[in-house]
């Protein structure tokens, strides 16, 4: 019979059993288990499981194999080449600083498309992944604080190609309850604004989004700066102050003619 001393000992044993069988297959479940996810939220968007198959492992491709830190913009090339965007580029809605309501909005109809309602940013929202040098497999946790640089530099890139994919009549929406609604160091002041193309866009609307319209605040400082940047592109620039209330109710509703 087991004394109470030897108790702990053979508990730690277990333990260190469980963990020695676990940890490989462990591994090897999160490559499954994102390859899993990647198929299925392609194939709910585009319905072809093949081209899913084929686009996940050009997607892979970019980061297997590789440490974090040598993953680039640039690892995403042949992706975006063999994966373009199909949505009408007139559409496009970009947006700072109010991801949650731009991107409900973008969902509830098509008459305007957010880079997250892309095939890529669709599958690619809400995921983590990372690799390892000389690895084969795809982690998806302990990938990088906050996130890993496979994923910053893939979302970089998406936002730069969607700015230059974009045309005519843009619109992007703001954030009109804080003091800089058009904030440096954000991935569309550096990653998109400078991608605009004239003549290939013609204007760009702001939404400023508000509590209350008070007529003023498009005269902010930073909307300025926006609104320079665009007239040395020679692309028209407009400004509208709207109440997030008055989204909200769009987005209740599905009215197409929001703004
Ligand atoms: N998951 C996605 O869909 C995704 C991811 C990255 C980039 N993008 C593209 O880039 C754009 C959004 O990226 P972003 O970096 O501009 O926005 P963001 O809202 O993600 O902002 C990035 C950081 O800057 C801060 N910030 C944003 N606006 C601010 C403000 N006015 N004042 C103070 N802090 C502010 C945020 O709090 C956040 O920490 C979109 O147009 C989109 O096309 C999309």
Not at 20 to 30: F, G, I, K, N, T
Not at 57 to 65: K, N
């Amino acid at each position: 019979m087991a004394s109470k001393n030897s108790l702990p000992i053979r508990g730690t044993l277990t333990v260190m059993v469980i963990v020695v069988v676990l940890a490989p297959s462990a591994l090897l479940d999160q490559t499954a288990e994102f390859e899993a996810a990647f198929l299925k939220k392609c194939v709910d968007y585009t319905r072809d499981k093949n081209s899913c198959k084929a686009t996940l492992a050009i997607f892979e491709r970019a980061y297997v194999g590789k440490k974090d830190s040598a993953v680039t913009k640039d690892s995403y090339n042949e992706l975006f080449d063999k994966t373009p965007f199909t949505h009408p580029c007139g559409k496009s809605l970009f947006w700072s600083g109010t991801y949650q309501l731009a991107s409900r909005f973008t969902q509830k109809r098509d008459n305007f498309i957010a880079v997250g309602d892309t095939l890529l940013g669709y599958v690619l929202t809400r995921m983590t992944w990372c690799s390892k040098e000389g690895s084969k497999e795809t982690f998806t946790t302990d990938c990088g604080d906050p996130w890993t640089v496979a994923v910053g530099s893939f979302w970089l890139k998406i936002s730069i190609k969607f700015a230059q994919y974009a045309c005519d009549d843009l619109h992007v929406m703001l954030d009109g309850e804080t003091p800089q609604p058009f904030f440096p160091d954000t991935a569309f002041a550096e990653e998109e604004v400078p991608y605009f193309q004239s003549p290939r866009v013609k204007s760009l609307t702001v939404i400023l989004v508000v509590n209350q319209k008070t007529g003023t605040k498009c005269n902010n400082e930073s909307l300025k700066n926006l609104s320079n940047i665009m007239k040395g592109k020679n692309i028209r620039y407009a400004c509208e102050e709207v109440t997030k209330a008055h989204i909200e109710n769009c987005i209740k509703r599905g009215t197409k003619d929001c703004f």
